[in-house]
């Protein structure tokens, strides 16, 4: 249904810009035309008549495309996935251009090759020195091939991993951005040691004693989520996602029948309220009706306060009491 909706409202939002656009040129016609009469009085009463009916005409499309956002309100799991997967969502290129400053992009795993489907580097956050990285992914099916969907292969975990560890040696608190259907499942990628790479980040992640936030802002699922995922605070957006896998792969693996995705995804707890109340979650970021695609600005000024919350509060820890504290969150999960 909500891709139904999505449809019908970015069909709306096509007129209305068309509208406003014309609008717009009629009344600085309109204006123009009234400062210097070059126009008759009747011409200039037609254009007036011309631009009432262009603002009523936006009035009723304005109208109908917030009664058609009134269905997307109360989603089930599996609409929360496609919104989640939604390819203009906003992802870290667009989460780093909104929050930080001073970004400087830090590339290759120093052994092997640079992957492009992790992204990171040195920030600024509100003036805090910080390390920010997470998985990539386009706005285009160009892009979308070039990031390899946002599916990293082991030396994008090594990558992520020697980030963080010029973050626990300088103390910069770390800041995660969660968003890949999963680790790259190739052939080249188990042969360069793809379980070893994951494994490492979450031994490493759970000793650190700098501050770590991970931020699932869309899809995050199995291992290649959880690789960076080891934080002290865990907050996702409203309709992103969280599990061991995707529901496609829980269908097949449980029933041999990935049809039945819609019915597993209700099944496997994965939305960012089953996760709050779970505790795996540690806070829900609100987004526009719709989708966080919508409405960047939004997204953007709804994480910026959380997100700045919850480092100032983990800044006042100790280096002990920090890794301590991470420990003891995934000690109460379950």
């Known amino acids: 249904m909500i891709k139904e909706i ?152 090594r990558k992520a991993l020697r980030l963080m560890n010029a973050a626990e040696k300088f103390g910069r608190p770390i800041i995660t951005f969660i968003d890949t259907p999963g680790a790259y499942p190739g052939l080249e990628a188990e042969e360069h040691g793809q379980g070893e790479a994951i494994a490492q980040n979450l031994a490493k992640m759970s000793q650190f004693h700098v501050p770590v936030i991970a931020v699932v802002t869309g899809e995050g699922s199995s291992g290649g989520a959880l690789a960076i995922g080891v934080a002290n605070r865990i907050l996702m957006l409203e309709n992103a996602v969280y599990s061991i896998l995707s529901p496609e792969g829980f269908a097949s693996i449980l029933w041999k029948d990935a049809e039945r995705h819609k019915e597993a995804a209700k099944l496997m707890k994965l939305t960012a309220d089953d996760l709050y109340d779970a505790g795996v979650c540690d806070e829900v970021i609100g987004e526009p009706v719709g989708g966080a695609q919508r409405d960047y600005d939004e997204v953007m000024h709804n994480l910026d306060g959380v997100l700045y919350r919850h480092l100032k509060e983990l800044m006042k820890l100790s280096p002990s009491g920090c890794k301590h504290d991470r420990q003891k969150k995934y000690r109460m999960i379950g």
């Open 6 to 157: 999505l449809e019908e409202v970015e069909d709306l939002d096509t007129k209305i810009k068309t509208l406003e656009r014309k609008a717009m040129k009629e009344s600085s016609e309109l204006t123009m035309a009234a400062d210097t009469l070059e126009d008759s009085f009747d011409e200039i009463n037609e254009e007036m008549e011309t631009l009432d009916e262009y603002n009523s005409r936006l009035d009723r499309l304005k109208e109908m495309r917030r009664y058609a956002l009134e269905s997307a309100v109360h989603l089930a799991p599996d609409e929360k996935v496609f919104l989640a997967r939604h390819m203009q969502r906003p992802h870290i290129d667009d989460f780093i251009n909104g929050l930080f400053t001073d970004f400087f992009e830090q590339k290759g795993d120093h052994l092997y090759d640079e992957d492009l489907s992790i992204y990171g580097g040195i920030a600024r956050f509100h003036g805090i020195p910080v390390t920010v990285l997470g998985h990539r992914k386009g706005h285009t099916m160009e892009d979308n091939m070039k990031y390899n969907f946002g599916m990293p292969c082991p030396e994008g975990y």
